[in-house]
């Protein structure tokens, strides 16, 4: 599902695997410009492994909050901000049950920001892994991850600019924490415990179980940052 200009995806779509084999296959809602995410999604596979959704906004907020609302019969074509793509984390939550989800800012053709950032929290009981992909910086301002006792299931953060992993004064402990999965941090330089003004909380990258590595791989730096709460990287390293 793409358009040039906006797209408002409120339907369903699915791409499921056979009743008797088969993977779950795959499924993509793109634009250039504006995307609106608010439908449902599914790609499981009853003998076989979970396909994937594709979400490709030139750049993307995964909030609590949305902040417009595209219409078709709305001349400008948006109500509210048309300017920066957000994604409920609610929405995002739902889709992980049911899919294999990749956020990436690289395959659009737009003229976004090219940044994640990821602002309200969300976890998801399933095997799935999410991929957040950012031409520029992936940022992360809340607690991700999976939360089932799940093989396989990961979480994997690609940054063509930096990577952080923040905390901000009074919220709960940020970063990525995964059961029994892995986490991949890919980016030029990646900052764990980047701590806003205030912020006393603990930030996270944490693997547990029996896929439980924590594997960074930085082009010109990993900083680690206690300042006034604690950072913990926590796992088999790589």
């Known amino acids: 599902l793409w358009s040039d ?26 634009s250039p410009g504006y995307l609106e995410f ?11 492994k979970a396909g994937t959704l594709l979400l490709d906004p030139a750049g993307v907020t995964i909030g609590a909050v949305s902040n417009g609302t595209w219409n078709p019969v709305c001349p ?20 992980l049950a049911t899919c294999n989800v990749v956020i990436d800012t690289g395959a659009s ?3 976004g920001t090219g940044n994640i ?17 950012a031409t520029n910086d992936l940022t992360v301002n809340a607690q991700i991850g999976p939360t089932g006792n799940f093989v396989g299931d990961q979480v994997i953060l690609t940054a063509g600019g930096t990577a952080r992993i923040r905390t901000i004064a009074g919220a709960s402990p940020m970063g990525v924490v995964t059961v029994n999965g892995g986490i991949l941090v890919n980016a030029n330089n990646v ?4 701590a806003i003004a205030g912020a006393n909380q603990t930030s996270f990258l944490r ?7 924590v594997t960074i791989n930085s082009t010109t730096g ?8 604690n950072t913990a990287v926590l796992g088999t390293f790589v």
């Open 38 to 48: 608010r439908g449902t999604v599914d790609t499981l596979a009853p003998f076989g």
């Open 5 to 30: 200009e906006a797209t408002g995806f409120h339907g369903h779509l699915a791409a499921c695997g056979g009743m008797v084999s088969g993977d779950g296959g795959f499924l993509e809602i793109s």
């Open 109 to 111: 053709t737009g003229a």
């Open 191 to 194: 900052i764990v415990g980047d």
């Open 207 to 213: 693997a547990g179980g029996v896929g439980g590595n």
């Open 76 to 95: 400008t074509g948006i109500i509210g901000n048309p300017t920066v793509v957000q994604i409920l984390n609610t929405d995002l939550q739902t889709a």
């Open 222 to 229: 990993l900083t680690l940052q206690g300042g006034a709460g």
């Open 117 to 133: 950032d990821v602002n309200a929290g969300f976890s998801w009981l399933a095997p799935q892994s999410l991929t957040l992909i």
